[in-house]
């Protein structure tokens, strides 16, 4: 097999594009991150950032000629999801509570969506009782609204309050409302959070 450079290569970019002499067609050599130097077919060129000004170089001319695009031959994965999701666990709080109360404002701009759960590991007092809010703040008014809840948790244990998807506020908080005579609640507030 005779090749000969189609396209002058970026001499600081680990990649250069060929023309099989016998067959026109065109090869796409690249250097994998083993180090091995790896030969392949180009039926679609997506050039990557990485590659330089190589898809600059390209002639448009010899780009519509040479270059045929071959759906029925190739193979194409499906992805589920085009953009890639990152999903990391937050927790909002955990200690022990024994009056009302609320933690400070909690940025959570860089997620789309949050799942929130709470879990009770320890209840004292008599008749204790707490309430949990997940509340979203209004940035310009500093006012705050109720994005999830749970109420009248007496006894250890652990709830799921839900999922906000499309979640439109870069602050939120929990808050609690704790009842009964001398009460301690033990608990976590969690959070799934995704990108």
Known sequence: ????????????????????????????????????????PVVIALLPQELGDLAKQLNLADLVQKLRVSIVDSTIAVPVDLQYVYKESITLFSGTVTASGNTLDIDVSRFSSIRVALKVTAVSGTSPALDLYIEGKYEATGDYVTLLSVTGVTSTGFWELGQVDNLTFRYIRARWIVGGTSPSFTIC???QAKV
């Open 189 to 191: 507030v969690m959070a």
């Open 1 to 40: 097999m005779s090749l000969v450079e189609f396209v002058k290569p970026d001499p600081s970019k680990p990649a250069r594009i060929l023309r099989k002499v016998e067959t026109n067609e065109l090869i796409l050599e690249y250097t994998g991150v083993d180090g091995n130097i790896y030969r392949v």
